[in-house]
């Protein structure tokens, strides 16, 4: 159990709706990533948050959204579902104080999205 | 942006044999490089990671090496169990600005009993 915990765990829903996932990082991260994997994708980064703030983004449509609360746990909107973004959604969480080197990244169970 | 390469997609080897996982990367600035291990359905899970500043880390039967140089780092397990079966992906990111994970296309490593 890496500490990372995510709701729910599959989702199933059709497409043209609007879906929350939630992710709550390890006690004293600061930063929660989202990663998508698909088959045809593999894993793949979508947006980080550090302490409240959005820090990066990498390949999220713009449809999906996400924040992170003053509790540190985040959530992925994704609306205007599509059947091309079933997959795997995973959030990580790390440390990352200050310094030049990366910090270990712990994911969560992830939750499966099947979009019908 | 970054970008990963992973070879083989597929190894297979006899329980007790050795497998390597080869990777490069494209970004010099890039520091930090983990390898994660995920079985069937579960979330990847960190097992040996290497910092620009070490080219070689050791831990039990699995050790990773990183060549700065020619931009490549290696992972290496020894006396194979069936256990280790599953799927092996390496990643780089850089320490400061963005530190995602950018992910290799993954290992599938088979270890036969």
Redesign the interface.
């Known amino acids: 159990d890496s500490g990372v915990t995510q709701t729910p765990k599959h989702l199933i829903t059709a497409t043209g709706q609007r879906v929350t996932l939630r992710c709550s990082p390890r006690s004293g991260d600061l930063s929660v990533y989202w990663y998508q994997q698909s088959l045809d994708q593999g894993l793949q980064f979508l947006i980080q948050y550090y302490n409240g703030e959005e820090r990066a983004k990498g390949n999220i449509l713009e449809r999906f959204s996400a924040q992170q609360f003053p509790d540190l746990h985040s959530e992925l909107n994704l609306s205007s579902l599509e059947l091309g973004v079933s997959a795997l959604y995973f959030c990580a969480s790390s440390v990352e104080f200050g310094g030049l080197a990366g910090s270990e990244q712990y994911f969560g169970p992830g939750t499966r999205l099947t979009v019908t | 942006g970054e970008n990963v390469e992973q070879h083989p997609s597929t190894l297979s080897v006899q329980e007790g044999d050795s497998a390597v996982i080869k990777c490069t990367y494209s970004d010099s600035a890039s ?2 490089f ?1 390898w ?1 291990k995920q079985e069937l359905g ?5 097992i040996i ?1 290497i ?3 070490v080219g070689e880390k050791k831990d039990q039967r699995i050790a990773v090496t990183l060549n700065k140089t020619a931009k490549h780092f290696s992972l290496h397990i020894t006396e194979t169990q069936p256990e280790d079966s599953a799927v092996y ?1 390496c990643a780089a ?14 290992t599938r490593l088979q270890v036969q009993p």
């Open positions: 520091n930090y983990p994660y579960k979330r990847p899970q960190l990671d910092r620009s500043n992906f990111s850089k320490g400061t600005g963005r530190r995602a994970l950018t992910f290799g296309s993954g």
